[in-house]
């Protein structure tokens, strides 16, 4: 039995681009630009009763997203996640 299974799991984030000076931000009032950034990238990983995991990653490459969303402090963009059998964001049986 596996207590965690990801498969293909993905988080974006879409951030506001902040235009400089005045001009710039009363223009966004009107019309944002925004862009992505990818924390977590088609991630599989599954990890059976028993078994030890350990993140080793440099900064900026997804680990605190990828244990928020094993926690359901956040939901991921795409891909599927099972933690015990459940949907961490619902805890509905996945």
Known sequence: ??????????K????FIKPEGLRGSLKSLWRREYTQKEAVNSLDLSVAVGEFIGLIEPNGAGKTTLTKMFTGIIAPTSGKLSVFGYYPNDLKSA
């Open 1 to 10: 039995m596996n207590i965690i299974e990801a498969k293909n799991l993905t």
């Open 12 to 15: 974006t984030y879409r951030r």
